[in-house]
């Protein structure tokens, strides 16, 4: 994958940028040495490293709005990063581009549990905020598998789900309010502890815009209490079919679990060799649901969801009776990645959504391409809404592994598409993805989308090469056709 | 007045485009049952959504209804309720409350992100948007998000639909999250003695484990009342109205209403029942919720008022009347923080007070580039939500 | 991750294994989360995840095309406590501890420390491996103290960090020694007496060998296995700690030869993990090789000997609260988690963990030496956290935390203290100015 070629004349007057940002930090906030910069070179994502221009980690908000008015004014390009957990590679750095850390923003702010709200600077952990009000019995419900070191500005960036968003909602249905830096240097306030914007929803559209439109200097989320009970039940299935078939049943019946997940046979065994979960090996496919609540309600839940999956044809039942053993249920789901990396010198996450009935028929597709491809892949759902991690096996150090890899995901991720769902469920587009947003969307589709971006950093100085595949210049963009027939467009460079 | 009432998605790019080409101005609507709400449209030609209705696909299974923009609220409801399922933001029915007939289409709904009671612990219509199908005002057709809940894909556009008062984008197309509908519903109704404590028994409520799906503080004889609502399955709502009875034991009396009366309260409540059809200016504040009882205490010294919380008390509906007390309403709001929207009034209130709180600059910048990208000519509901970038 | 080391570079051991651990990083950043100097600075470069690239880099297994300076990135190494939280973390097994060891080692063939840095590390290697000498050295330091207003940096922690009360010096351990128990059970220990600790604090050991003889259990002590080797080790003088731990296996070889030991017991968790690590670490010594595995094989903490192999009798309930502060050689290093907590609670205590139990308290060997700032942060932060459990005693498996936290509101001292106080013996010199 590509990112756009570095731009000459900013190299040249790498020097002087780096003094007049020094002017905006303090000592020591900017990072300007080839040899550590490198440990900002990548993220989760990491076969790509790419040397930024510099490193810059600064400690307030007036000194996020100063650097970036400063780049406004100078034309130096921005990448913002939280934790750099990302999975798409959405903070790989640009070599003409500043490298905004937000490590150091790492405080709570304010918890108000009266208005069920806490309010933290973006580089807080999002498991460091469940952690700041558990001992009160609350939580924050998106949980991300990184949740113990992914940033709660990260978060927003990419609109970040989990396990639990089947039955509480995604980032953006969890985020109240935040404060936000544009690549002119004005600072905004949107939301707050009120609901609702009261007019047009920004917050909504920065919320999952991957760095490119603002960066994100506060945050305030909404919290919940713990619900009273939870338990889960372990679900082993003879076929993928029947698997797929009781997560339909369960939802049309009118549960909505707390988190629905499945793993398939090579996940399985993969888990049971590393943690001893306990899992049935044979099983074709693994369902975990967890059920959350009021203890009468998730009692009758419990005994409905069992009947459910016993008539779609599950093999092997199991409830746990503690919460010892419904964090067991769990182990062997919690450490799929790390057991398959057991197995495999190397693995590629995917992440994509396809409607759940769907389950049955990607799982098929991909045995194909497994075949066609030569590699292994093990996959791990969120069976609930649909959203798929296929983990693709192979070794970096052999050649041309990673390219096969890389072509077999895009291939699953253009069946996603093919089977009516998105390229991405939780991990964003990033790098990773760009060149496939065409098999999702039409020119138009895309180039409405760059309007909305013209509106917030129309000299597209924020996260360049991320998301979009091609780059159009807003001035274009802004021109009106009045004519039915498109006038012809320059040539577009691709990168 | 021209009205333009495409029956398809091409018709409606047509209207468009030769509005776009001749520089006419639409005033786009469905049917009109919110036309009371909003900065009056400055168009000579009205695009009218009414005949672009129908249900495109529901399947139950996946949680996922897609309709055409034009379908009516209650066609929407009564398909829904045939399987057992609801729109979970609890859209108001507003034809009492603007004097129009019919619920209204559901493009409206959206346009004006309208939740109801349940918006506090279920989310709001936005929430429930996974994507649409629309014409912008340049005539583009374009289309953003999925039938899928999980899709980060791109920019989240429904966000920025939801609430624009149709001044973006002409939709034509609406995918909808459903859920299924709870087993049953009871409420816990307090009598307080001040607006605080009432505010204070929710937010306990809320703060405990029962879950609740509503918080009401409706004025009493002698003082406030607090309403919560609990649903779902029936021996779960028993047990968690005994553990929070006690929980909230220190207010003076309470009841329990039953499956019955506990959805004609809350569809009242919904639908804003607590202010009177004559009140002759009606506000809907949000806000943070224990900001409302001080907020409140300082209109009420002022006014006399109709009033009624919503949301745990992070929204309160005034009904009344007198030259300032919009202002009076937009100054408490701005020392507390949130925004207040003149819901109902005459076209003198609105010019006076606007219908939208004033945002900051830059934002009003922002809204007005944002504006420009989807809409550059401004023939989509010109003015509706006030000059945007010029404050109100 | 990716490695691009040439056929050259892995016929070296050292690399070789270097490679084996950086495969399996896959640069997810869990260890951030943990990592004491990350949570400190939220400065990638100071978090194991930022390190392991560095270091990636530095061996010769990165892809970078401009020049690697060692002397960065061994700033940042050196910042890098050796506190293991990561690996605690780690879900891909990353064997950061070896890796590090590997990345210093390599670093110190590279770079010429600056004078002041040279002049500390020595000092700090001729003194506290020597008990002896060490002591003496705390008696000047103690002179020195009301002065420390005029130092700054290392020389400044240095002083601040001697104790202002001096006990003797420890006898256990200046001769070799029998401790018989009272009734033996024929049951016979190693038990490493220590360097610093005997300076420091002598009660420990007394209190250990009293327990254990309590127990029927006869120990032993060789006064020429003084140092473990684990101080030199970590600030990379290799020669003298492989001096170090070649004594240490010369004065143990027969006793372990013999096959009568049941044990050897460390009561410092910081040496006890490098004890642990003595088959590793000696892998390449001839004459010494198999004693040095024996050595790992046999070496147990004190309270893991304590809780799997003696069944020490069930007490009443003491009424005192202890707040456990976990060394993270032992709850890191180690993994020894719920033996010191079972024995205090059998002991009749009521045992409280206060937050953010997986964070150093700074002390990290001699870390409070050579980084005074961000160790006096985590020190700070640590008794913090520790003063609000409100506990009346603390209790620690490691001379060096207790020694950092000497200022918490509650009296701190050893694990093994308090249970031989418990199971019979005096009370612990730290707490006779307060609890009845």
């Known amino acids: 994958m590509l990112l756009p070629e570095p731009d000459q004349t900013i190299l040249c007057r790498r020097d002087e940028i780096i003094s007049a940002l020094k002017r905006f930090v303090p000592a020591g906030a900017v990072i300007d040495d080839d040899t550590t910069m490198a440990a900002y070179d990548s993220d989760g994502l990491s076969a790509y490293r790419n040397q930024p221009l510099v490193v810059v980690l600064p400690e307030t908000t007036q000194q996020v709005a100063a650097v970036m008015k400063w780049c406004l004014d100078n034309d130096v390009k921005i990448v913002p990063r939280g934790a750099g957990t990302s999975l798409s590679g959405g903070a790989i750095p640009l070599a003409d581009g500043v490298l905004l850390g937000l490590g150091k923003f790492n405080q709570i702010l304010d918890i108000d549990f009266s208005n069920r709200t806490v309010t933290a600077q973006p580089g807080v952990t999002n498991l460091g905020i469940t952690q700041a009000v558990q001992d009160e019995g609350f939580y924050y419900a998106p949980d991300p598998s990184s949740q113990i070191a992914c940033s709660i500005g990260g978060n927003i960036a990419e609109n970040s789900g989990g396990v639990h968003c089947l039955k509480y909602g995604l980032t953006t249905n969890n985020v109240l309010g935040i404060e936000m830096v544009t690549m002119n240097g004005e600072i905004l306030r949107l939301g707050g502890k009120h609901l609702d914007s009261g007019h047009l929803d920004v917050l909504g559209v920065m919320t999952g815009s991957e760095g490119l439109l603002g960066v994100v200097t506060e945050v305030t989320v909404r919290i919940l209490r713990k619900p009273a009970t939870q338990r889960a039940l372990l679900v082993g299935f003879d076929t993928v079919q029947e698997g797929g078939q009781a997560v339909s049943d369960v939802i049309a019946a009118g549960i909505i679990p707390a988190g629905m997940e499945m793993m398939d046979n090579p996940a399985i065994n993969a888990a049971e060799d590393f943690v001893n979960a306990g899992y049935p090996r044979e099983a074709a496919a693994l369902l975990i649901i967890e059920l959350d609540g009021p203890e009468a309600e998730v009692d009758v839940l419990i005994n409905k969801v069992s009947k459910i999956v016993k008539t779609s044809g599950a093999s092997s039942i199991r409830i746990s009776q503690s919460e010892e053993e419904r964090n067991q249920f769990w182990a062997g789901r919690k450490s799929a990645f790390p057991a398959v990396g057991r197995i495999s010198p190397d693995y590629l996450c995917m992440d994509g959504t396809i409607p759940r009935k769907a389950l049955p028929e990607m799982l098929t597709r991909m045995s194909a391409m497994s075949q066609k491809f030569g590699l292994r892949v093990a996959n791990v759902f969120h069976a609930g809404d649909g959203n798929l991690h296929p983990l693709i096996l192979f070794d970096a150090n052999a050649d041309g592994e990673l390219h096969r890899a890389e072509e077999f995901g895009a291939e699953i991720l253009r069946t996603c598409v093919k089977l009516g769902g998105v390229l991405t469920g939780e991990h964003g587009v990033g790098v990773e993805k760009r060149d496939l947003m065409t098999e999702m969307f039409t020119e138009d589709d895309l180039k409405q989308q760059q309007r909305l971006k013209c509106a917030f950093d129309p000299q597209h100085l924020l996260n360049p090469g991320k998301v979009f595949p091609v780059l159009h210049r807003c001035a274009e963009l802004g021109r009106l056709h009045v004519h039915q027939g498109k006038l012809p467009h320059p040539d577009i460079p691709r990168f | 007045m021209t009205v333009w009432q495409p029956k398809t998605g091409e018709q409606v790019t047509n209207i468009v485009l030769s509005a776009l080409a001749e520089r006419r101005k639409l005033s786009v609507s469905g049917h009109e049952t919110k036309a009371g709400l909003g900065h009056p449209v400055d168009a000579k030609e009205s695009l009218s959504l009414t005949n672009l209705s129908g249900i495109v696909d529901y399947q139950p299974e996946e949680l996922v209804l897609v309709v055409k923009a034009g379908t009516p609220l209650d066609e929407i409801e009564k398909t829904l309720s045939e399987k057992n399922q609801m729109l979970a933001f609890e859209p108001p029915h507003l034809e009492r409350f603007y004097g129009t007939e019919g619920t209204g289409t559901i493009g409206g709904l959206v346009a004006t992100n309208l939740s109801g009671p349940r918006r506090v612990s279920a989310g709001a219509a936005r929430d429930f948007l996974l994507g649409f199908a629309a014409v912008s005002g340049r005539g583009d057709v374009f289309k953003s998000g999925s039938r899928v809940m999980k899709n980060v894909t791109g920019y989240d556009l429904s966000k920025l639909m939801c609430g624009s008062f149709g001044t973006l984008a002409v939709m034509t197309e609406i995918t909808l999250k459903v859920l299924p509908c709870p087993e049953t519903s009871s409420s816990l109704s307090l009598l307080c003695d001040t607006i605080d404590s009432a505010q204070l028994a929710l937010a306990n409520a809320f703060c405990s484990d029962t879950e609740p799906s509503g918080g009401a503080i409706s004025r009493a004889n002698e003082g406030w009342q607090a309403v919560i609502r609990l649903e779902g399955v029936d021996v779960s709502v028993r047990d968690r109205m005994t553990k929070l009875k006690s929980t909230l034991q220190s207010a003076r009396t309470s009841k329990v209403l039953d499956k019955q009366a506990s959805e004609a309260f809350w569809e009242n409540w919904r639908d804003i029942s607590m202010i009177s059809d004559d009140a002759e200016q009606v506000y809907r504040l949000s806000v943070t919720p224990s900001d409302a009882p001080k907020i409140a205490s300082s209109l009420l010294k002022a006014y006399d008022l109709e009033l009624g919380f919503d949301w745990m008390g992070g929204l309160i509906w005034i009904g009344g009347k007198g030259a300032g007390l919009g202002q009076k309403v937009r100054q408490t709001i701005k020392d507390f923080n949130g925004h207040a929207t003149l819901m109902r009034g005459t076209e003198g209130h609105r010019r006076d007070v606007g219908v939208f709180q004033p945002q900051a600059a830059p934002l009003a910048a922002l809204a007005r580039r944002i504006k420009n990208a989807f809409d550059p000519e401004d023939i989509l509901n010109s003015g509706k939500m006030g000059t945007i970038g010029r404050g109100a | ?436």
């Open chain 3, 1 to 436: 991750m990716q490695t691009h080391f040439d056929l050259n570079a892995l016929a070296r051991p050292e690399i070789s294994t270097a490679d084996e651990i950086l495969r399996k990083c896959v640069h997810c950043g869990f260890c951030t989360a943990t990592c004491p100097t990350y949570i400190l600075t939220g400065d990638e470069r100071d978090s194991p995840r930022g390190r392991i690239w560095m270091m990636r880099d530095l061996l010769g297994g990165g892809d970078k095309q401009t020049e690697i300076k060692p002397a960065d990135v061994s700033y940042h190494l050196d910042r890098c406590l050796t506190c293991l939280s990561c690996m605690t973390t780690c879900p891909s097994g990353v064997d950061y501890m070896h890796l590090v060891d590997i990345g210093r080692a390599e670093i110190n063939k590279k770079i010429r420390r600056g004078f002041a840095d040279h002049v500390i590390r020595t000092l700090l290697s001729i003194t506290l491996p020597f008990a002896r000498r060490f002591h003496l050295a705390l008696r000047f330091a103690r002179l020195a103290k009301p002065f420390s207003g005029l130092l700054t940096g290392r020389l400044k922690a240095m002083v601040n960090l001697s104790p202002t009360r001096l006990q003797a010096l420890d006898k256990v351990g200046s001769e070799d020694q029998l401790y018989p128990a009272e009734t033996s059970a024929g049951t016979r220990v190693m038990l490493l007496s220590g360097c610093a600790q005997r300076a420091l604090d002598p009660e420990i050991n007394a209190s250990t060998i009293r327990l254990l003889n309590r127990q029927g259990v006869d120990v032993v002590v060789r006064s020429q296995a003084s140092c473990c080797g684990a101080l030199a080790h970590h600030i990379n003088a290799e020669d003298a700690a492989h001096k170090q731990m070649e004594a240490v296996c010369s004065a143990w070889e027969n006793d372990i030869a013999s096959g009568q030991l049941d044990a050897i017991i460390v009561n410092t968790s910081g040496c006890g993990t490098t004890l642990k690590d003595y088959g590793n670490l000696m892998s390449r010594n001839s004459r010494h090789s198999e004693t040095a595995r024996k050595i790992s094989d046999l070496t147990m903490d004190i309270s893991e000997y304590l809780n799997s192999k003696m069944a020490l009798p069930t007490l009443a309930k003491q009424n005192m609260t202890i707040a456990y502060h976990a060394a993270c050689s032992l709850q890191h290093g180690q993994k020894v988690l719920q033996a010191p907590r079972a024995l205090l609670v059998q002991a009749g205590f009521e045992v409280k963990t206060p937050a953010e139990s997986h964070l150093c308290c700074g002390s990290a060997g001699v870390y409070n030496v050579l980084q005074p700032e961000l160790s006096q942060q985590l020190k700070e932060r640590k008794i913090r956290n520790l003063n609000k459990v409100g506990a009346d005693i603390i209790c620690a498996g490691n001379l060096g935390c207790i020694h950092q936290l000497s200022d918490a509101s509650s009296p701190i001292c050893h694990t093994i203290q308090i249970l031989d106080w418990a199971y019979g013996g005096p009370k612990p010199h730290s707490l006779l100015n307060g609890l009845g």
